[in-house]
DNA sequence: AAATATTTGACATTTATTACCATTTGCAAT
DNA sequence: ATTGCAAATGGTAATAAATGTCAAATATTT
């Protein structure tokens, strides 16, 4: 009992209630128990498994309500989602290694091409604990079209 | 007409036709026109949008068919699937700037935190063209039970 | 405690992807 | 060119993830 709960240190719980009371958002027994469940655990899970993992000790919740908490714990900042900016799988015939911005205007995903993006090292005190193979970078950011159209043209 | 078609660079069609023949694949007009699509733009398609463009030109293919040949593509080595290694969202109660590894055996999503890998620099010769906001580096690799399991620890 | 605004739960629906299988097609050997 | 067979396709049906709806329940405010 006490196992999970040390999980949800007082940090995250405060900076919850702060978020919450400060967006004029519901303090919910469901939206504690999500935030608590993906706090307490390393393993970035999907929303099925922490709907799996909360219902045991929060009997009777919803799916939708999983979804949904999530959806409002990643808009208020409070958790990330880290696979999947949409749903649906993007193609790309160029398998040369490049790197990607994706558009948070329009969506759009752009390559990025740079010589100096595809000499990263991989973290030295990590060797021996992981085998690093290869890297990807997402940027996030505008692209061409939306930048001129919303004007902002910072040249600094 | 010779708008598209201009755009299946004879190197692509070269590398096409090469690796299906090195792997025992027939050379279908399916295959073919949808790599074609791919290669032809760079805008990076979901599957329905490929074959929303490949149907024009190849009455009566089936959406199945694309993404079977999208994924073999992907398996040659001729394509690249940018987003979704699969198809469920992954959530992360860590807001901090950090970067992810993706186990190629077991799934695994760990947590790579680095300072040096939070001071990329964005590439300059793009700056004005794009803005870049922020960035995460998908690493893909082997996590630590998965190493220990196939006794490759190359300390090297 | 009562009034009000928000959130939830159950169900239905949409959307992305995969499974299945009969038919067709690519391809190699006549 | 014809034949034979393995491989691939098309159509349909089935999964699975995610979202929409709305009355009932809950949180917050008064
Ligand atoms: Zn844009
Ligand atoms: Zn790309
Ligand atoms: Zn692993
Ligand atoms: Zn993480």
Chains 1, 2 share one sequence.
Do not use: W
């Amino acid at each position: 009992m006490t196992r999970h709960e040390k999980h949800f240190s007082s940090n995250k719980e405060k900076e919850f209630e702060f978020t919450c009371r400060k967006h004029g958002l519901s303090l919910t027994i469901q939206r504690r128990a999500i935030l608590e469940n993906l706090a307490g655990r390393t393993d970035h899970p999907t929303a099925d498994q922490i709907y799996d993992a909360v219902k045991e000790h929060l009997k009777g919740v919803s799916k939708t309500t999983v979804y949904r908490v999530l959806e409002t714990l990643v808009n208020f900042g409070l958790a990330r989602k880290v696979n999947n900016p949409e749903a649906k799988a993007r193609f790309d015939a160029d398998t040369s290694r490049h790197h990607h911005l994706t558009c948070i205007t329009c969506g759009a995903v752009l390559d990025i091409h740079a010589q100096q993006l595809n000499r990263l090292s991989f973290p030295e005190e990590l060797h021996g604990d992981v085998e690093f193979i290869d890297y990807s970078i997402n940027f996030n950011g505008r692209c061409p079209a939306c930048l001129k159209k919303s004007g902002a043209k910072n040249t600094e």
